[in-house]
Structure formats: C-alpha cells, structure tokens
C-alpha cells in the first residue's frame, strides 16, 4: 500500500513506509491515485523545501537500488533515511538562519565571543545612558549600592 503525492514545482511521487511517514509529517497531503494527487498539488514552503528534497532524494535512491517497501530489495527504511533526514535538518537550520537573517556560528567559541560582546556592549549602553542622564540632573539609581 502506498500513498501518490503532487507537490509545485516537483514531479508526483508513490511513498510507502518511512518516506510515506515524514511527508505527512512535514504537513503534506497524499491521495491514492497519481490522478488524484496531480489535480490537488502541495504547496510547498521554503521551510518545508529542504525536507522534501531529503524525502524525494531517498525515494529516488529507494527506486534506484528497487528498495521502496514491497520492493525485492525491501530492508531498513530508516538507515537509509537517516543520513538524508541529518542532511535535511542541516538544510532546514541554515534555511531558517539565512531567512531570519541570524549569523551562522561554526562552533560553540564564536556563540560565546560573540554573546560576550552583546553583554559587554549592553552593559557599555547602560552606563552611557546613566551617566548622560545624571549630567542633566536627573538621579539614576544605582543597580548595585556602592
């Protein structure tokens, strides 16, 4: 048993099993006939791009090597779709990072030098306002008594 999906801009794919599972994960809607499918194609959002192209890349790879469940070489979906599901949840990140416009940080030390110096700059702001403020005669509490 499998289920027919259409999406915009890609070609109509027969799921079965794991790569069935994370379509409809990923909030895609499967019918049970190709005909079906092709008149009412997903939508897909740049969010969702990079998983399906992980999904579609595995299926491709699963009717290559004639894996796809009920197929003769049928095995462990879920080995095979693990690397493809790591490649998509990297897609999937650094899509969201550019969307937002957030740097991309290539280990944990540039999170931290970088966080330092929003709190150093922070802290450097707040000192600045203070001493502008107590210039014009205004009091400023200070956060921790002297």
Same mark, same amino acid.
């Given at each position: 048993?499998?289920?027919?999906?259409?999406?915009?801009?890609?070609?109509?794919?027969?799921?079965?099993?794991?790569?069935?599972?994370?379509?409809?994960?990923?909030?895609?809607?499967?019918?049970?006939?190709?005909?079906?499918?092709?008149?009412?194609?997903?939508?897909?959002?740049?969010?969702?791009? @990079?998983?399906?192209?992980?999904?579609?890349?595995?299926?491709?790879?699963?009717?290559?090597?004639?894996?796809?469940?009920?197929? @003769?070489?049928?095995?462990?979906?879920?080995?095979?779709?693990?690397?493809?599901?790591?490649?998509?949840?990297?897609?999937?990140?650094?899509?969201?990072?550019?969307?937002?416009?957030?740097?991309?940080?290539?280990?944990?030390?540039?999170?931290?030098?970088?966080?330092?110096?929003?709190?150093?700059?922070?802290?450097?702001?707040?000192?600045?306002?203070?001493?502008?403020?107590?210039?014009?005669?205004?009091?400023? @509490?200070?956060?921790?008594?002297?």
């Amino acid at each position: 048993m499998s289920t027919w999906f259409a999406f915009k801009g890609y070609d109509t794919i027969n799921l079965a099993g794991i790569q069935e599972k994370y379509a409809v994960a990923i909030g895609f809607h499967g019918y049970a006939t190709e005909a079906q499918a092709n008149q009412q194609p997903n939508s897909v959002s740049f969010l969702q791009k @990079p998983w399906l192209n992980a999904v579609e890349a595995d299926y491709k790879l699963a009717l290559a090597e004639h894996a796809q469940p009920g197929g @003769p070489n049928a095995g462990n979906p879920i080995g095979a779709t693990g690397a493809a599901a790591s490649t998509a949840a990297s897609d999937a990140a650094n899509a969201a990072t550019s969307a937002l416009g957030l740097p991309k940080f290539s280990n944990t030390r540039d999170f931290v030098v970088r966080a330092m110096k929003v709190i150093i700059g922070a802290a450097l702001i707040i000192v600045g306002i203070s001493s502008l403020m107590k210039s014009e005669g205004i009091d400023v @509490p200070k956060v921790v008594p002297v």
